[in-house]
C-alpha cells in the first residue's frame, strides 16, 4: 500500500514507516471484514431493495478510523 501523504514523501524512513503501519491497519480490517462479512452474507438484502446501498457502505465507511490514524502515526514522525 502506498500512502500518498506528504509527510511520506519527506524521508525514506518516513515512507517506509508509514507504508507499513498502514499497510498492517488494512490487513486488520480485511480480516475484520471477511469474519464479519463470511457470515452476514446470510442476512444480505437483495440487491434491488434500498438496503442494499447501505450494505455496501458500511465497509467502506470502516476505512475511515483506518485514514485517521495512518494521519495521527505520520503526524508523530518527524519532518527530516
Do not use: Q
Amino acid at each position: 500500500m502506498a500512502v500518498p501523504i506528504p509527510k511520506t514523501f519527506a524521508s525514506l524512513r518516513n515512507w517506509y514507516e508509514i507504508n507499513a503501519y498502514g499497510s498492517r491497519l488494512l490487513l486488520v480490517l480485511g480480516c475484520f471484514l471477511v469474519a464479519v462479512g463470511w457470515p452476514g452474507r446470510a442476512l444480505a438484502p437483495p440487491p434491488t431493495s434500498p438496503w442494499a446501498v447501505v450494505f455496501f457502505l458500511i465497509p467502506l465507511l470502516a476505512l475511515i478510523p483506518v485514514v485517521v490514524l495512518v494521519n495521527a502515526f505520520s503526524r508523530r514522525l518527524p519532518d527530516v
